[in-house]
T-cell receptor
Framework: GESVGLHLPTLSVQEGDNSIINCAYSNSASDYFIWYKQESGKGPQFIIDIRSNMDKRQGQRVTVLLNKTVKHLSLQIAATQPGDSAVYFCAETGFGSGNTGKLIFGQGTTLQVKP | GAGVSQSPRYKVAKRGQDVALRCDPISGHVSLFWYQQALGQGPEFLTYFQNEAQLDKSGLPSDRFFAERPEGSVSTLKIQRTQQEDSAVYLC?????????????FGPGTRLTVL
């Protein structure tokens, strides 16, 4: 399944399938990006990050792809599990001489995993 | 190991009351951030500390909001004369070195409800 975070805020996938969550970021000068997972009643949990000098980074079952040309970020989750059900946020930072590292978050995409 | 902790987890205040929200960052972390998360939205930046210095308070919505971190560890976010629009989850995050391109670790948040 595939989702554009800002326009399709809920993604429903079958357990075992791969999930792709998309995010369009706002500032072409951003040079650091993070994906967070947030479960109900909890704070955001770090998943994976990527710097702008990379196009792809892999973690355990997750891959982040960065396309700077179109300012697009995606999170791929392999073999999606029920425990992956949550809201996923992309965040950007690193732009501007006065930047202090504050994160700018996207709207978020809800991932629902059907057993 | 201990993560970021926040207290109280839930706070109900009557309109006009003052509230104080506490954040205990991960021990040794230089940077501390406060974010506000409205229902169904991504977190929004409020303020940033590097050790005890408040280097960015550009996100504080009004002069009713005040934050401090006097000894460079625990931080308190104070909201004076609370209004209904202050109802939100207040998240605290910390990062190790103060690098602008560094993952932030979030606490569970304090859910503030103003009646």
């Amino acid at each position: 399944g595939e989702s554009v975070g800002l326009h399709l805020p809920t993604l429903s996938v079958q357990e075992g399938d791969n999930s792709i969550i998309n995010c369009a970021y706002s500032n072409s000068a951003s040079d650091y990006f993070i994906w967070y997972k947030q479960e109900s009643g909890k704070g955001p949990q770090f998943i994976i990050d990527i710097r702008s000098n990379m196009d792809k980074r892999q973690g355990q079952r997750v891959t982040v792809l960065l396309n700077k040309t179109v300012k697009h970020l995606s999170l791929q989750i392999a073999a999606t599990q029920p425990g992956d059900s949550a809201v996923y946020f992309c965040a950007e930072t690193g732009f501007g001489s006065g930047n202090t590292g504050k994160l700018i978050f996207g709207q978020g995409t809800t991932l629902q995993v059907k057993p | 190991g201990a993560g970021v902790s926040q207290s109280p987890r839930y706070k109900v205040a009557k309109r006009g009351q003052d509230v104080a929200l506490r954040c205990d960052p991960i021990s040794g972390h230089v940077s501390l951030f406060w974010y506000q998360q409205a229902l169904g939205q991504g977190p929004e930046f409020l303020t940033y500390f590097q050790n005890e210095a408040q280097l960015d308070k550009s996100g504080l919505p009004s002069d009713r909001f005040f934050a401090e971190r006097p000894e460079g560890s625990v931080s308190t976010l104070k909201i004076q004369r609370t209004q209904q629009e202050d109802s939100a989850v207040y998240l605290c995050a910390s990062s190790l070195r103060g690098d602008k391109r560094e993952k932030q670790f979030f606490g569970p948040g304090t859910r503030l409800t103003v009646l």
